[in-house]
């Protein structure tokens, strides 16, 4: 495999535990993943954990624990999580791991060598929750309230280093204006455009490490420092690779993946990472990822989630819808109850619904039905394809518009666009057997032929269908397949496998075992 594909979450805080949000992220990550893997890619895909600054150490104190202690707790909910909604990253990365820390200190001082980060004097407002200084303009125009959390900002005053930001507005705003897929979707770069011709002003990069408890990553240059969190954070995507080389077993592990092609993240972090990360980067001549995908925010029945409301989604909410409709069915909705960068709201009603209308009724009876007349007209084995006719010609190309399209979907984080194509392969071919009438066709001897031809379209419509689903719901797609006694992966890449015709005509097929019973 030539082509690597480097996919990443954000590295989740540990001052709260895992919900929806999180889940969403690192679902679609995981989709992307899977299927660039199945297309014969090189693929890494990196999550993680943050787990130093401010709020940190406040939430480890309100429970009378250490921050790592916090961290450590914390990390398993994570860790199990993805465990339990089969999530397949090849890397976990916590920034209070050496292998990360040391070379955050190593980016420091690279940075410092290049006179790009200076001691100056910060007072001003600050918001604890998202880490981030607030100008006094900007603080007054949300009444000196968290835009994000409503919380009150904090006043600051003391020594800090700054990161030259300010330096390298222009290089940002050429580099956003000649590469427009690099900030997506679109609305989300326009709004980084705007700011970034209002001015930006640097960046403050550290903080007193007595304010910190001494929990965090300290400035290589000042003892009495600590580095600030989100140049701590944010080099997470790098150190995790081995970059820069220090010494020890990591060092350029996972070079050949660097530039990232996606750092997927919530809409709340869009400015550090397409403004902060790119610039630290540029700053170090490192070339900066292809693609930063910022998706909305999950509200629930209707609602922002809320313990108090009793419609948190939380991990053991997940893990009872889970037990409900199984984990492929909660990834599957996720990606397909809302377009991907857009809010989207959780109901219970609306996962039945598109669970019944989707997949019980779509996915899951084409496959019944297929499976059951091939049992029932020719003992179970795939007949063989006869005279093509206008409508197999419907339904092949169908399939080709799936296979020509798939690609570039998930390349463009379009699973919408890309779930689409698939429902209308299912459309079409459950109005082909309407037509075709196949129960007709098997009262008439002299039919056979046509009939085998019906039955075995759609077998690889219903196989195509099942192949290009498998990244989302892979456990459930592959007990479909093996009742087509196809097994993923045994034919090449994805795009080659979609090839129309692969099933063999004497096959023996199995017979059908329900994928989704209908919910009442």
């Known amino acids: 495999m030539d082509q690597t594909y480097y996919i990443t979450t954000p590295i989740y805080y540990v001052n709260d535990v895992p919900h929806i949000g999180h889940s969403y992220t690192t679902i679609a990550a995981d989709v992307l993943a899977r299927y660039f893997r199945a297309d014969g890619r090189d693929v890494r895909f990196l999550t993680g954990t943050d787990e130093h600054g401010i709020k940190i150490v406040k939430a480890a ?39 990360h820390e040391r070379r955050v200190q190593a980016i420091i001082n690279r940075l410092i060598e290049r006179d790009e980060i ?39 005053k003391e020594p800090t280093y700054y990161f030259r930001l300010s330096k390298w507005v222009d290089k940002l705003i050429e580099h956003v204006e000649s590469n427009r897929g690099f900030i997506q979707p679109q609305a989300r770069r326009n709004e980084v455009l705007s700011k970034l011709k209002m001015g930006v002003a640097d960046l403050s990069i550290s903080r007193l490490k007595e304010k910190l408890g001494g929990w965090g990553i300290e400035m290589p240059n000042d003892p009495a420092h600590s580095v600030y969190v989100w140049i701590d954070a944010l080099s997470n995507y790098r150190t995790a690779l081995g970059w820069p080389e220090i010494g020890d077993q990591h060092d350029g592990a996972g070079a050949k993946y660097w530039p990232a092609d996606v750092h997927l993240i919530g809409k709340d972090i869009l400015w550090f990472h397409t403004v902060y990360w790119p610039a630290i980067l540029m700053a170090l001549d490192e070339p900066v990822a292809k693609c930063v995908f910022a998706h909305g925010w999950w509200t629930s029945e209707g609602k922002k989630m809320s313990k108090t409301l009793g419609n948190f989604i939380s991990r053991e909410t997940i893990a009872e819808i889970c037990s409900e409709y199984s984990v492929d069915v909660y990834r599957y909705f996720l990606l397909r109850a809302v377009t991907f960068g857009a ?16 997949l019980a009724n779509g996915l899951g009876n084409l496959l019944n039905r297929t499976l059951n007349m091939i049992d029932r007209y020719f003992d179970g084995k795939l007949p ?30 379009c699973f919408g666009l890309y779930l689409d194509k698939i429902t209308e392969l299912i459309g079409a071919t459950n109005r082909y057997i309407d037509i075709t009438a196949p129960f007709k066709l098997a009262k008439d001897e002299s039919q056979v032929e046509r009939l085998g031809t019906v039955l075995y379209t759609c077998a690889e419509a219903v196989r195509i269908v099942l192949t290009y689903l498998w990244p989302l719901m892979p456990e459930t797609m592959a007990a479909g397949l093996e009742q087509l006694n196809w097994k993923m992966g045994a034919e090449g890449s994805i795009t080659e496998a979609a090839e129309w015709g692969r099933l063999t005509p004497g096959t023996q097929t199995r017979k059908p075992e329900p994928l989704f019973p209908r919910k009442s």
């Not at 999580?81 to 916590?94: Q, Y």
């Not at 809010?343 to 989707?358: I, K, T």
């Not at 394809?385 to 979907?409: K, M, N, P, Y």
Request: aromatic share 10%; with cysteine; charged share 30%.
């Open 61 to 99: 104190t309100e429970r009378g624990i250490s921050p790592r202690e916090l961290a450590d707790e914390v990390v398993v909910g994570f860790q199990g999580l993805w465990k339990d909604l089969n999530i397949s990253n090849d890397d976990f990365i916590r920034t209070s791991q050496a292998r």
């Open 118 to 156: 200076y001691l100056g004097q910060y007072e001003g407002w600050y918001d604890e929750g998202q880490e981030e200084f607030i100008t006094e303009s900007a603080a007054a125009d949300n009444e000196f309230k968290s835009a994000v959390t409503g919380k009150p900002l904090v006043r600051y």
């Open 343 to 358: 809010d989207g709201d959780f109901s219970h009603d609306a996962l039945q619904g598109r669970y019944n209308s989707d």
């Open 384 to 413: 063989a394809s006869g005279e093509i006719g206008s409508d197999e010609r419907i339904v092949q190309a169908a399939a080709a518009d799936l296979r020509a399209s798939a690609t570039g979907a998930m390349e463009s984080c």
